[in-house]
């Protein structure tokens, strides 16, 4: 078994409010300062700059997970993760054709900017990344799993877009293997106010927008894979958060 010090919710300039700093050399930059060995990128409804932050993540010695921050039809937000890059771009075509398009207002929430892997600005997205899909927090999962990959909640002790302020339960169903807790102190609490949670993994993240924001060498997963085999540290990453 080996230690995985990580960050598993992070978002790059292509997040609506996600600072431009937020570049894929930035934020694998500060990964190396943090002391960080696993970091995954999970935009709002966008899986567009993980190629660019997998070539930076690489170069830094830092291994790195495809991801996406799903907002459900609920306006919940749902961590998705990948074991591959291929998965998590065809992840990515499935929720782009479910996505209400609204233009993006740049002054308002950020220019959405999708970059290469030396940090050149390609494009950007002309509709707003956050606001609700229409893929219900019932299908999440279930379309996360069809691409080989792991769904569960976001920030479950935040008011805002957090599963529980929105139903006011953590749900039997679907039955997510999993959740995600941006305050270690509230692990205990969730734990003991929702029963379901006994047993599940909680993950605790960062949900940067800002560099400053991303996690320490505080929260660590133990993995039976070794450093030097990224693929099995994803695949076994992925098996870890659905309860296996």
Not at 1 to 28: K, Q, V, W
Request: proline share 7%; net charge negative.
């Amino acid at each position: 078994m080996s230690r995985f010090y990580y960050d598993l919710h992070l978002h790059s300039c292509l997040s609506p409010c996600g600072d431009d700093e937020m570049t894929p050399n930035n934020i694998a930059g500060m990964g190396v300062v943090a002391q960080l060995d696993l970091m995954a990128l999970t935009d709002h409804n966008t899986c567009r700059n993980c190629p660019a932050f997998f070539a930076a993540a690489q170069r830094q010695g830092i291994i790195p997970v495809a991801g996406m921050e799903l907002t459900t039809a609920e306006d919940i937000h749902v961590v998705c993760l990948f074991p591959t890059l291929e998965a998590a771009l065809a992840f990515n075509d499935a929720v782009d054709a479910q996505r209400i398009r609204i233009p993006n207002r740049p002054e308002v929430f950020g220019a959405q900017l999708q970059m290469d892997e030396n940090d050149n600005v390609t494009g950007s997205d002309p509709d707003l990344l956050s606001n609700a899909t229409q893929i219900t927090v019932e299908e999440a999962p279930a379309l996360a799993e069809r691409f080989g990959g792991v769904c569960y909640p976001a920030h479950i002790d935040r008011e805002a877009n957090g599963i529980v302020a929105v139903l006011g339960v953590f749900p039997a169903t679907p039955p997510f293997s999993c959740a995600e807790v941006h305050d270690p102190a509230n692990a205990a609490v969730y734990r003991e106010r929702f029963p379901l949670l006994a047993g599940k993994p909680l993950v605790v993240s960062s949900d940067a927008h800002y560099l400053w924001d991303i996690s320490g060498r505080e929260h660590f997963l133990e993995l039976d894979a070794a450093p030097e085999d990224p693929d099995a540290v994803r695949a076994k990453l992925i098996e870890r958060l659905r309860g296996r």
